[in-house]
């Protein structure tokens, strides 16, 4: 459990400005020696992974840019507790108390190109509730991944996605509780491009294709999940550049 502390720490290191704020047991506490864990992306061309153990924050650093990885790694999001729920945060400071949700989004540009991962999971021993809505999102991604066949249009990997998220009681379409927003989006050059996996588009998919896997819950008043990952189309269909987050009891693929 020391590991997810550290984690959090250092990551939030990066977000003081923004007004983000570890705590524990409602006792703000700002961390003088940080680490970052679990969150220097590794590259090779464009192929993506997951550092998956605790490395000092100067080492992260240097692991970044030794494989190309343009200035500082990039903090998109990190949410505690009911503020998962909002899929692009909140605008005020949190305090990481034991039982909460924690969402993180984080990112590189590498060769001119972007990257973009989140990994959802709990900060100490997870609830039914919290078991049963990651479960249920983790379905979902499986769902659209299966469905991201050659020749298959994005919209059809939307709706794949949300058909498995209303199945198990969440809201049709965009309502919330639910999915209110697209299941993923191109990226390259930009970190939002086409083909955008939504409803209604009708652009097929193609070898060469890149694109995220998210169809975030979003639960108001309790919590979100989102496990973001990406996938590229090769000759013979889907594969991620990411490996995907196994469980919430082990998000980062500890074993």
């Known amino acids: 459990m020391a590991w997810v502390y550290l984690l959090l720490a250092g990551v939030c ?16 506490i700002q961390p003088l020696w940080l680490v970052l864990a679990g969150v220097a992306i590794l590259a090779s061309g ?8 605790a490395i000092p924050m100067g080492t992260a650093y240097g692991v970044w840019t030794g494989i190309g990885a343009v200035g500082a790694f990039v903090v ?14 909140v605008p005020y400071p949190q305090v990481l108390r034991e039982g909460d949700t924690v969402l993180i989004d984080i990112g590189a540009p590498l060769h001119g190109y972007q990257s973009d991962l989140t990994r959802t999971y709990v900060f100490g021993t997870p609830s039914a509730r919290q078991r049963e809505v990651w479960a249920v999102e983790k379905r979902a991604t499986e769902a ?7 020749g298959v249009a994005c919209g059809e990997v939307d709706r794949a996605a949300r058909d498995v998220i209303e199945a198990a009681g969440f ?8 999915l209110p927003h697209r299941t993923g989006h191109g990226i390259g050059l930009d970190v939002h491009e ?19 896997i998210e169809p975030m819950i979003c639960i108001y008043g309790e919590f979100g999940v989102r496990l973001e990952d990406h996938v590229y189309m090769t000759e ?14 082990d998000p980062f693929g500890e074993g």
């Open 194 to 212: 086409e083909p955008y996996i939504v409803r209604g588009n009708a652009t097929r998919l193609a070898p060469g294709m890149c694109f995220s």
């Open 171 to 178: 809201g049709r379409d965009y309502a919330l509780p639910g």
């Open 76 to 89: 998109g999001i990190v949410l505690f507790g009911e503020p998962t729920a909002y899929p692009h945060g």
């Open 144 to 150: 659209a991944f299966a469905a991201a066949q050659l």
């Open 13 to 28: 290191e990066i977000g003081w400005p923004l007004g983000l704020k570890l705590g524990w047991n409602d006792k703000g």
């Open 46 to 53: 464009g192929l993506l992974m997951l550092a998956q153990r």
């Open 236 to 249: 013979a269909g889907p594969a991620w550049f990411t490996p995907p987050s196994p469980s919430i009891d």
